[in-house]
């Protein structure tokens, strides 16, 4: 599985922006998704993740109710849409695909093994 995220941006405080990540190769059913950041000098962070039935969702605590996870199925591809953005929001965002064959989130790192190039999110305040 190949997956090629975008749609990071410059955006003011307040602002929302939609991340997608397009996978290629295996089709995504087949893998738990999330979506994961990363700011200089700490670990990499899940903030949401989407079981193989996109029933289940997980958010982190620091984006619960401003994030949503989604994905289709049609078009291989995986969505953030962040909402209300806030400065401590900036970050390296990435999406990764886990092997899976039961429908549950998977929130361990070390679980996840095709990983994006990473997209860049900053908000200014």
């Known amino acids: 599985v190949q997956l090629q995220a975008s749609g990071g941006g410059l955006v003011q405080a307040g602002d929302s922006l939609r991340l997608s990540c397009v996978a290629s190769g295996r089709t995504l059913p087949s893998y738990a998704m999330g979506w994961f950041r990363q700011v200089p000098g700490k670990e990499r962070e899940i903030i949401a993740g989407?079981?193989?039935?996109?029933?289940?969702?997980y958010y982190a605590d620091s984006v619960e109710g401003r994030f949503f996870i989604s994905r289709d199925r049609a078009k291989n591809t995986l969505y953030l849409q962040m909402n209300n953005l806030k400065p401590e929001d900036t970050a390296t965002y990435y999406c990764a695909a886990a092997p899976s064959r039961f429908d549950d989130v998977l929130t361990d790192i070390a679980l996840f093994e095709y990983w994006g190039q990473g997209t860049q999110v900053t908000v200014s305040s």
């Open positions: 989407i079981s193989l039935s996109l029933i289940h969702r």
